[in-house]
């Protein structure tokens, strides 16, 4: 069994900081990727930032310079500081992590059930 349970959601106003995170557990042997998407009422699905189990980063058009994605290997969390928020940042976070289990011949993606991310004043 393997879950993702993120954090760090809420309500900010304009200009604010928010830090999401994202923690793995259960029978892990390996996390290769690592990242995050979003979704807004009405919109598509849009990946907002990824990484690998390296330093390898890849970021939106739309956050690059605001949003900033690491991870703690040793902890199998990753976290998504965001900086400098707009309210059309506002929409449901998901993260994702692509990894090895257990018993498990080959790689699959799992993802957490998503935290809400307000922007506004």
């Known amino acids: 069994q393997v879950q993702l349970v993120e954090s760090g959601g809420g309500l900010v106003q304009p200009g604010g900081s928010l830090r999401l995170s994202c923690k793995a557990s259960?029978?892990?042997?390996?996390?290769?990727?690592m990242g995050w998407y979003r979704q807004a009422p009405g919109k598509q699905r849009e990946l907002v930032a990824s990484?690998?189990?390296?330093?390898?980063?890849n970021y939106a058009d739309s956050v690059k310079g605001r949003f900033t994605i690491s991870r703690d290997n040793a902890k199998n969390t990753m976290y998504l500081q965001m900086n400098s928020l707009k309210p059309e940042d506002t929409a449901v976070y998901s993260c994702y992590a692509r990894l090895l289990r257990v018993g498990v011949a080959y790689e699959n993606n799992y993802w957490g059930q998503g935290t809400q991310v307000t922007v506004s004043s």
């Open positions: 259960g029978s892990i042997l390996s996390i290769n990727a």
């Open positions: 990484i690998t189990n390296g330093i390898i980063t």
